[in-house]
C-alpha cells in the first residue's frame, strides 16, 4: 500500500484542522449555510433525508488494517441515531461501487472529531462529493491478477496526488470521475466512466494508456467512445489535464442534467476531441523540458516501491499458469487443500470456486469476504463485522484489504495453505456466503431510506429478493448473473449494467421500478460494455420480487446446455422475457385486494 510521507500527513492533518475551524464558525452563526455547504462537501459531508452523511475516500479500494479498524470505531462511537424505523439504524458503514465508505448517522456538529480520527490513519473525505474530480477507482485485483499487463495502482496513486484539491478543478460543471485498469479484463467499468484509462503496452514494450473520454450512466448512459489509443505514461496528466480544461471551458453550466462530460461529448463529437488535442499539443510545448507537466520517472519509481509484494510473501515466484487455464477452486483443490479432498464440506467446495480467486504469484489467491447476506443491505458492515475483518487481513493477507466494485471486500494476498483455516474463520464470522457473482451477491445504493436524491428504496427491494432465492442449490443453478438496483436515475447503483437492473421511480408519490436487461460493465463475463434495455411498464414494489423471480425462471427454461444468463437473454432479446414478466402484472391485477 502507499505510505504516506511527512508532507502527506501534514496536508491531511491541515485539512482536518481547516475543517474544525470552518465548522465551529458554522454552528457559531458565522458561517451561514450557503457558504458553508461547498466547504463541507468538499470534505465529503451531506445533509441527507433523516441526517449528515460522510463519505470517506478509500482510494482505488486499498485499506489497511488499522484503517478498517478506525472506520469501525467510528461507526461505533459516532453513527448513532435515536430509536426509528428498522432502516434507522446506526453503527455501521456502507462500502459503496466507487470503494468509498459512507456513514448516515454522524451528527455534524461531531463531525470534526471524525475527520481528526481519519486524519489519524491517513484517511479523509477530501473530493469525495462536489463537482470536482472524484475518488480514483481501479480494479479491486490491481497488483494480484494473473491477467494484469501493468499495476495501475502506481498511476492511481500520482492521478489522486495530483487531482487533489487542484485548484482549476474544484468547481467543474459536474462531478468528475475517473478509473483506471491494468488487466487484460477490465474490473473497472472504465467505459462508464468520465475517464476511463486502459494501460496498454505498444510493440515496442513502452507503457501507456487507452483513455476513453465521456462515459456515464445517469439518465442519459452513454459509453465512453475511445480519445486516444496510446498516451506515453509520461504524458497521462497532460491528457487529462487537456480534457478537463476543454470540458470546464465548454460544460454547461444552465442545466444539471446536461452537465456531465458525456453530454458534451455526445454533442461536439470530432470537435471536442479536436479541442482536447491542441490543448494537449499546447501544454506539452508550453515547457519543452517536460519538468512541469510530464511524470518524472523517479517520483513513478518512488511511488511504485509503496507497491512492493508485502515482505511475509516476497519469496513467492510468479505464478506458471494464468486465471483461464486454472480456476482458483480447482487450483486449491487440487494441492489437496482441505481434509480428505474429495469428501470435503460441499460449502467448502464452493467458497473455493465462488470466493477463491487466482493470483499471479504462485502458492497465492485472492479471497473475497462477502458482505451479503440477510439481514444487512448489501454493501453493509457492521462495527463488530469491521473489526473482525482486520483481524482476518492481519491473520491471512499481510494486514490488507480491498473494496471492491461489487461492494464487498477482498484479501489480497492469502496463502494456498491457509484457505481451510481462513474459511473456518469466515464462516464463523459471516463472511463466507459462497455467492460471489451469483443472484445474491447484487449491487444496490442505500435509496430512499437514506438518500434525498431517491425516488424509490433499494434495500427492501433487495432484502426480498435475497430472502427469494436464499437456497444456495438454486443460486448455484441459476449461475453467474450481475443484479444491480438503483432508487433512483442518478444511477448509484449501477442499474444500467446489470444483467438484470431495477431502477426505483416515482409515479405521483408512489414507489415503482423498472426492469432492465443485458446490462454490463466491460467484464469478460458480461462482454463490452452497454446499457440494459427496458423490459417494459414499471412495476409496483410488492410486483417486483415476482417479476425478477419470472425473468429468472425463464432463463432457466430457455437457456442452452452452459448458457449463462447474459448470453441467453442476448441470444432470445427482452421479448419472452417480457411476456413473463406482463404476466407477473396480470396476476396482480386479477388477485382480490386484501
Given amino acids: 500500500m502507499y505510505r504516506y510521507t511527512d508532507f502527506d500527513r501534514q496536508f491531511v492533518q491541515a485539512r482536518a484542522a481547516q475543517y474544525r475551524d470552518q465548522l465551529e464558525r458554522h454552528l457559531a452563526g458565522e458561517l451561514p449555510d450557503d457558504a458553508f455547504r461547498p466547504l463541507r462537501l468538499q470534505n465529503g459531508w451531506y445533509v441527507q433525508r433523516h441526517a449528515p452523511m460522510l463519505r470517506v475516500a478509500v482510494p482505488y479500494g486499498a485499506l489497511s488494517s488499522d484503517q478498517l479498524r478506525m472506520l469501525a470505531r ?240 516476497a519469496g513467492s515466484a510468479l505464478s506458471a499458469h494464468g486465471a483461464q487455464e486454472v480456476p482458483a477452486a480447482k487450483a486449491a483443490i487440487g494441492a489437496g487443500l482441505h481434509p480428505g479432498d474429495t469428501n470435503a464440506p460441499l460449502a467448502y467446495t464452493r467458497w473455493l470456486e465462488r470466493n477463491v480467486q487466482a493470483h499471479r504469484l504462485a502458492g497465492l489467491r485472492a479471497v473475497t469476504l462477502s458482505l451479503k447476506r440477510p439481514g444487512l443491505p448489501p454493501g453493509d458492515a457492521t462495527a463488530e463485522q469491521m473489526d473482525a475483518a482486520a483481524v482476518l487481513a492481519d491473520r491471512f493477507s499481510q494486514g490488507e484489504l480491498r473494496v471492491t466494485h461489487e461492494q464487498n471486500l477482498l484479501l489480497p494476498w492469502v496463502r494456498e495453505t491457509d484457505l481451510h483455516a481462513l474459511w473456518l474463520a469466515a464462516k464463523d464470522r459471516g463472511f463466507a456466503t459462497p455467492n460471489i457473482g451469483l443472484v445474491t451477491d447484487m449491487i444496490a445504493c442505500p435509496g430512499g431510506d437514506f438518500c434525498a436524491l431517491a425516488n424509490a428504496r433499494s434495500i427492501p427491494v433487495a432484502a426480498e429478493i435475497t430472502e427469494r432465492f436464499q437456497d444456495l442449490d438454486q443460486q448455484h443453478d441459476i449461475g453467474d448473473l450481475d443484479l444491480h438496483i438503483s432508487g433512483c436515475i442518478n444511477s448509484c447503483g449501477h442499474h444500467h449494467s446489470g444483467h438484470l437492473g431495477i431502477l426505483g421511480v416515482d409515479k405521483d408519490g408512489t414507489e415503482w421500478y423498472q426492469i432492465t436487461l443485458g446490462g454490463s460493465d466491460g467484464s469478460k463475463l458480461s462482454g463490452a460494455a452497454t446499457p440494459g434495455k427496458v423490459i417494459g411498464p414499471s412495476f409496483a414494489a410488492d410486483e417486483v420480487a415476482n417479476a425478477v423471480e419470472a425473468v429468472i425462471e425463464t432463463y432457466r427454461r430457455e437457456r442452452s446446455a452452459g448458457e449463462r444468463f447474459i448470453d441467453t437473454v442476448r441470444r432470445l432479446g427482452v421479448a419472452p422475457f417480457r411476456a413473463a414478466t406482463d404476466e407477473v402484472r396480470l396476476a396482480t391485477a386479477s388477485s382480490p385486494a386484501d
Avoid at 492511481?156 to 478509473?179: D, G, M
Avoid at 459509453?223 to 470546464?248: D, G, K, M, S, T
Fill in 74 to 313: 467510528i461507526a461505533r462511537e459516532f453513527d448513532l441515531q435515536d430509536a426509528g424505523t428498522a432502516a434507522e439504524r446506526g453503527g455501521f458503514g456502507h462500502f459503496t461501487t466507487r470503494q468509498n465508505l459512507q456513514y448516515n448517522w454522524i451528527p455534524l456538529e461531531r463531525s470534526a472529531d471524525v475527520m481528526d480520527l481519519l486524519a489519524s490513519v491517513d484517511m479523509h473525505g477530501i473530493q469525495t462529493s462536489g463537482n470536482c474530480i472524484r475518488n480514483i477507482t481501479s480494479d479491486s485485483l490491481a497488483g494480484v491478477a494473473p491477467d494484469e499487463i501493468v499495476d495501475p495502482r502506481p498511476y492511481c496513486e500520482v492521478l489522486r496526488q495530483w487531482s487533489t484539491l487542484h485548484p482549476e478543478f474544484a468547481f467543474l460543471p459536474r462531478k468528475f470521475k475517473i478509473a483506471v485498469s491494468g488487466a487484460r479484463e477490465d474490473r473497472a467499468a472504465i467505459r462508464w466512466h468520465d475517464i476511463g484509462l486502459q494501460l496498454v503496452k505498444n510493440a515496442q514494450g513502452e507503457v501507456g494508456f487507452e483513455v476513453y473520454v465521456g462515459g456515464g450512466m445517469g439518465r442519459t448512459p452513454v459509453i465512453a467512445p475511445l480519445a486516444r489509443p496510446f498516451v506515453p505514461w509520461q504524458q497521462i496528466l497532460v491528457y487529462i489535464e487537456a480534457a478537463v480544461r476543454v470540458y470546464n471551458r465548454f460544460g454547461r453550466r444552465d442545466n444539471l442534467y446536461k452537465a456531465r462530460i458525456k453530454i458534451l461529448v455526445k454533442a461536439e463529437g470530432q470537435r471536442f476531441f479536436d479541442e482536447v488535442d491542441a490543448e494537449f499539443d499546447k501544454l506539452l510545448n508550453e515547457d519543452p523540458t517536460g519538468a512541469e507537466h510530464l511524470i518524472p520517472q523517479a517520483e513513478l519509481d518512488r511511488v511504485a516501491s509503496c507497491f512492493a509484494v508485502p515482505e511475509g510473501v
